[in-house]
């Protein structure tokens, strides 16, 4: 259960707040600012905005709370500096940022600031997306699907927008009928790709390489797996047996067979045990 927040902490967080607001706008003073956060744009941000987001990530899947309060208070530069960007040409400001979010959360709970009273979640998410399409002036078929999945494709990172993709189609019935299914259409795919790569051009190829990894998606869905959870453990984990493999050895990897960097990978994997995270 939340936590109600005390007058003086409330008021110790706006103080922080407002000390970090200050502070950007230090940084972004036309005379005395730093010439790299004066230069920067909207578009010059993308990138650390995003290499924030999956910093937070990381700091969570690590579960030490003081590297997610850092790597949070850096996901909230990224916010506060694109908010004095916009400042500085005229067009909104942090007081909007703040205020338009929480009004669209007032909005989109009426089962907890209006007079709807339910639990149901099902009915929650669909109050959601209803007044989500109103807000958004989406008049069209509210059946239609394909404009949200093309949203997903434009916006979010492929594993990830397969996986919402593959949620919301499976929701409006298209869908296996068990997943023995999906198996065989995984083995259907995976033969279709094996033919592409001995016989068709690049083109091809990478189309049935796509569709091996979508029918993965769908396959991680059925068994209840995040599928980006699952490759950023994989890639943790390689990363610490690769790790483990060069610290035993004596000269560079490219000079041992592939006999004996088998045996060290072996190695590693015996000594890191049974390593999930």
């Given at each position: 259960m939340a936590m109600?927040?005390?007058?003086?902490?409330?008021?110790?967080?706006?103080?922080?707040l407002g000390r970090?607001?200050?502070?950007?706008?230090?940084?972004?003073?036309?005379?005395?600012?730093?010439?790299?956060?004066?230069?920067?744009?909207?578009?010059?941000?993308?990138?650390?905005?995003?290499?924030?987001?999956?910093?937070?990530?990381d700091a969570i899947h690590g579960g030490d709370t003081a590297h997610i309060a850092e790597e949070l208070g850096d996901l909230l530069l990224q916010v506060v500096l694109h908010a004095q960007v916009a400042q500085d040409a005229g067009t909104f400001d942090l007081q909007v940022v703040a205020d338009g979010i929480a009004?669209?959360?007032?909005?989109?709970?009426?089962?907890?600031?209006?007079?709807?009273?339910?639990?149901d979640l099902e009915e929650i998410h669909r109050n959601?997306?209803?007044?989500?399409?109103?807000?958004?002036?989406?008049?069209?078929?509210?059946?239609?699907?394909?404009?949200?999945?093309?949203?997903?494709?434009r916006t979010l990172p492929p594993l990830m927008a397969a996986s919402k993709i593959s949620v919301k189609a499976a929701k409006a019935g298209f869908e296996w009928e068990s997943v023995e299914g999906v198996w065989e259409k995984f083995h259907e795919e995976l033969e279709e790709f094996r033919a592409a790569i001995a016989h068709?051009?690049?083109?091809?190829?990478?189309?049935?390489?796509?569709?091996?990894l979508f029918t993965l998606v769908n396959l991680a869905r059925w068994h209840g797996l995040d599928p980006s959870e699952a490759l950023q453990g994989t890639n943790r984990r390689f990363i610490h047996r690769f790790e483990q493999v060069e610290q035993a050895s004596d000269r560079p990897l490219a000079d041992y067979s592939l006999e004996e960097l088998e045996a060290m990978w072996q190695q590693a994997k015996a000594i890191l045990g049974a390593e999930k995270s």
């Open positions: 109600a927040t005390s007058p003086q902490h409330r008021a110790a967080i706006l103080t922080a970090l607001v200050d502070v950007v706008a230090d940084l972004r003073h036309p005379e005395t600012g730093c010439p790299w956060d004066l230069e920067q744009t909207h578009k010059t941000l993308i990138p650390y905005a995003i290499e924030e987001a999956y910093e937070v990530v009004d669209k959360l007032i909005r989109r709970h009426p089962h907890v600031f209006g007079d709807l009273k339910t639990n959601w997306d209803k007044i989500k399409a109103a807000e958004k002036g989406e008049t069209g078929d509210p059946h239609r699907l394909s404009p949200k999945l093309h949203k997903y494709s068709e051009p690049h083109e091809n190829q990478l189309a049935e390489l796509g569709d091996i």
